[in-house]
């Protein structure tokens, strides 16, 4: 095998699954609000983006800014805030709670995991979430190609902080030195990588990160065929 890696790290949320903006849509509809999932799946590129800046990240926790991003992501799609999204919200939100809804899985992301594991990485999910990616991995059939799952309302610490990459390594009792993460926010995931010792490569699918300094991938295939051909050794 080309690369000298022997485990990807990867987060959930952006990379593996996305928000579920067909159940999103739903529940506005019900309490009166009309948009379409496509305009609010085009709402979210920009949105991260916004979101993923320094003093935001140090300033919120994953809660607080997952409950600030359906706000944005409203609002970038025309939809004034009011007592009917606010009900659709807080329905939202609970099914979150429980189910999780970023259950939508990108179109290559099984066959991207299947090949870093036909290749002999393991994989390995490190994940800012709220204590369901468990669930939600079993729930919609990416559990069988997962090796170990750090979720970090189980262990209590967030990305960026480097302990929860420690544990992940720890856990899954992976070589440092033969590791790499890919996550969807630079202040989250890069940074937190780094100040782990790990590598990191940006999955930027909207192309909204020109000047980072790492490296940047639009799809987990451009991942899977990069990182496979130690393109990031």
Not at 35 to 47: D, F, K, M, Q
Not at 194 to 211: E, I, N, W
């Amino acid at each position: 095998m080309p690369t000298r890696y022997r485990t990807a790290f990867l987060d959930a949320g952006g990379v593996l699954v996305g928000p579920n903006w067909e159940r999103t849509a739903v529940a506005l509809a019900r309490h009166g609000v009309t948009v379409t999932p496509a305009a609010l799946a085009a709402a979210e590129p920009s949105v991260k983006r916004r979101l993923d800046v320094p003093p935001t990240i140090r300033a919120t926790t994953d809660e607080k800014r997952g409950f600030l991003f359906y706000d944005l992501i409203l609002a970038e799609a025309g939809i004034a805030a009011s007592a009917e999204t606010n009900a659709a919200l807080a329905e939202l939100r609970a099914f979150h709670d429980v189910e999780n809804m970023w259950d939508v899985m990108p179109d290559d992301a099984l066959s991207a995991l299947r090949r870093l594991r036909d290749a002999g990485l393991q994989t390995v999910v490190v994940s800012n979430s709220n204590g369901t990616v468990d669930h939600l991995f079993s729930r919609i059939g990416l559990a069988p190609f997962i090796d170990v799952v750090i979720d970090s309302a189980v262990e209590r610490i967030e990305k960026p902080d480097p302990r929860l990459f420690r544990i992940a390594l720890d856990r899954s009792g992976a070589d440092p030195r033969a590791t790499i993460h890919c996550g969807d926010l630079y202040e989250v995931d890069i940074v937190g990588a780094r100040a782990a010792g790990l590598p990191a490569v940006l999955l930027d699918t909207a192309g909204l990160y020109d000047h980072t300094d790492c490296p940047r991938v639009h799809s987990l295939t451009e991942y899977a065929d990069r990182l496979l051909a130690g393109e990031f050794d």
